[in-house]
T-cell receptor
Framework: EPEVTQTPSHQVTQMGQEVILRCVPI?????FYWYRQILGQKVEFLVS????????KSEIFDDQFSVERPDGSNFTLKIRSTKLEDSAMYFC????????????FGDGTRLSIL | SQQGEEDPQALSIQEGENATMNCSYK?????LQWYRQNSGRGLVHLIL?????REKHSGRLRVTLDTSKKSSSLLITASRAADTASYFC?????????????FGSGTQLTVLP
């Protein structure tokens, strides 16, 4: 069964540094998402991407965040200047065109900011 | 708030028993989804129930949806130790085409062998 894959599985970065989290969504999917989960808390929506542009973003997704789909397969989340509070699990998800479809999640990237 | 709330927050049962988790929400929804998360891992989709459905089965899983009460339940029958995980309800908050999911707070299920 097709999967959403994320790399790296764990990223450790100094505060203030830039990080890029990578995702390969399921190939025929059209909607792409990033979510985050701070340890012990619920999963929170960050941003959705459709037709090569951001369709929705949450309050968390401020100017230090950006997303890109540089080619036909990768979907990336960049955090420009990381803060301690950015430490979390970051999940990528994708879904197809039809409504009432589940989202398929990757295994996540654990981001640790030192 | 459009967030979902789940209860109980934690549930501990013996293998072979049934586990029931509940989810409440505040907004109108097109569907409600249940996901499972093993510790430190990603979210695995379990089942999706549409707003015009009242009950759905998948193997040992049974999901109900009551749109008048804005609530859903997930029943796992004949539980196994391998069912130990966190379970989340989620529903799309549709704004245009986005369909991003809002997640509940989750139930941590522990099945004791």
């Amino acid at each position: 069964e097709p999967e959403v894959t994320q790399t790296p599985s764990h990223q450790v970065t100094q505060m203030g540094q830039e990080v890029i989290l990578r995702c390969v969504p399921i190939s025929n999917h059209l909607y792409f998402y990033w979510y985050r989960q701070i340890l012990g808390q619920k999963v929170e929506f960050l941003v959705s991407f459709y037709n090569n542009e951001i369709s929705e973003k949450s309050e968390i997704f401020d100017d230090q965040f950006s997303v890109e789909r540089p080619d036909g397969s990768n979907f990336t989340l960049k955090i420009r200047s990381t803060k301690l509070e950015d430490s979390a699990m970051y999940f990528c998800a994708s879904t197809g065109q039809a409504s009432n479809q589940p989202q398929h999640f990757g295994d996540g990237t654990r981001l640790s900011i030192l | 708030s459009q967030q979902g709330e789940e209860d109980p927050q934690a549930l501990s049962i013996q293998e072979g028993e049934n586990a029931t988790m509940n989810c409440s929400y505040k907004t109108s929804i097109n569907n409600l989804q249940w996901y499972r998360q093993n510790s430190g891992r990603g979210l695995v989709h379990l089942i999706l129930i549409r707003s015009n459905e009242r009950e759905k089965h998948s193997g040992r899983l049974r999901v109900t949806l009551d749109t008048s009460k804005k609530s859903s339940s997930l029943l796992i029958t004949a539980s196994r130790a391998a069912d130990t995980a966190s379970y989340f309800c989620a529903f799309p908050v549709s704004s245009g085409s986005a369909r991003q999911l809002t997640f509940g707070s989750g139930t941590q299920l522990t099945v004791l062998p």
